[in-house]
């Protein structure tokens, strides 16, 4: 008897410990998700301090975070014109604890270029928010002859002339618009890579670069002091942010020089529904916020708040427009 009440009562403790284990797996398991987020999030942006992707992570990373209840780290893992960056973004755990903000650059045209890549924007990343557009414009310095578009078209077919035009780097937006800006009107400006926008916008001030191709966030205050000429946005309409400015698609022959910046919020493509689900209802409602547009704005870009379904939709478009120019300008990896 003794023998077997034994083994009854080590039977009946082994069933409840299983029971209580089983119990607290369960409810760890639903805690999880049910409080999620529970820890501070990683904002991950592909580009050093400064720059337009790190001034937009930091406005809107305070908004998020109050509307998540969770503190929003910014890290900047910046390299290899945003390569690190978005290494780092695909290959963190998908639990909705790491985000990205990114942007053209690193999201499609790295990939197109240079296909050896261990990663793919439009398959490793899942859209979150559209956070907003921005204009490109065509600058030259001041002592450069032409004064409009047209004349600078004709200036640079003339053979004793030579052009060159500065970008914030190989494979950046900027690049691909300058050689989408070739094709279109027949030129051969050659391509001067910068490392970033600011020191190439330098150049043209100081006059060592006849052009450049630079975000409007980061030209605009050189063109208001008059340091550089803008010859155009890169665009068929002007933009708001600066009506003054004539629109490049608008000379006839350059209705296609259409290539702005934009940018927006990912995750891991892992990441599981409910947590992205969350994710961008409160990003939609940080780029509601009036201040947050009017921030946004100052700083040449504008908000747009539309959901992941038409992040998608545009990104399909925007990489046709980058594989048609990459191809046929033949740009290459460097």
């Known amino acids: 008897m003794n023998g077997l009440h034994g083994a009854l009562k080590n039977r009946c403790l082994r069933f409840t410990r299983r029971a209580i284990l089983v119990g607290a797996v369960a409810a760890a398991a639903g805690s999880a998700w049910a409080v999620y987020p529970d820890k501070p999030i990683i904002l991950i942006v592909p580009f050093a301090p400064g720059g337009s992707s790190d001034i937009i992570a930091r406005t809107i990373a305070p908004e998020l975070s109050a509307r998540l209840g969770q503190s929003i780290v910014v890290e900047n893992t910046a390299g290899a014109g945003g390569v690190l960056g978005m290494t780092r973004a695909v290959r963190s755990p998908a639990d909705g604890y790491s985000l990205l903000l990114g942007s053209g650059s690193e999201v499609l045209i790295n990939k197109l270029i240079n296909p050896a890549l261990q990663f793919d924007g439009l398959k490793d990343l899942k859209p979150v928010?559209?956070?907003?557009?921005?204009?490109?414009?065509l600058v030259g310095k001041k002592a450069l002859p032409p004064n409009t578009v047209a004349e600078l078209i004709s200036y640079a077919k003339d053979e004793k002339n030579v052009l060159n035009f500065a970008s914030a780097g190989n494979g950046t937006p900027m690049h691909v618009a300058g050689e989408l800006f070739n094709l279109k009107a027949g030129t051969r400006?050659?391509?001067i890579p910068y490392r970033g926008a600011s020191p190439a916008l330098?150049?043209?001030?100081?006059?060592?670069?006849?052009?450049?191709i630079s975000t409007l966030t980061a030209a605009q205050s050189f063109i208001k002091a008059g340091k550089i000429k803008a010859y155009g946005v890169l665009g068929r309409e002007k933009s708001p942010l600066a009506?003054?400015?004539?629109?490049i698609g608008q000379v006839p022959g350059l209705e296609a020089v259409d290539l702005g910046v934009w940018f927006g919020l990912f995750v891991p493509t892992r990441t599981p529904a409910d947590v992205t689900s969350k994710l961008e209802t409160a990003?939609?409602?940080?780029?509601?916020n009036p201040e947050i547009v009017k921030k946004l704005a100052e700083q040449g870009v504008i908000a747009s708040g539309e959901s992941a379904g038409k992040l998608n939709s545009f990104?399909?478009?925007?990489v046709e427009k980058y594989r048609a120019v990459i191809k046929a300008a033949d740009i290459k990896p460097q």
């Open 129 to 137: 928010v559209f956070v907003g557009t921005g204009p490109m414009v």
């Open 189 to 191: 400006i050659s391509h």
């Open 202 to 212: 330098v150049d043209v001030m100081g006059g060592q670069i006849e052009l450049g």
């Open 243 to 247: 009506p003054d400015i004539p629109a």
């Open 283 to 288: 990003a939609r409602a940080v780029m509601a």
């Open 315 to 318: 990104m399909a478009q925007e």
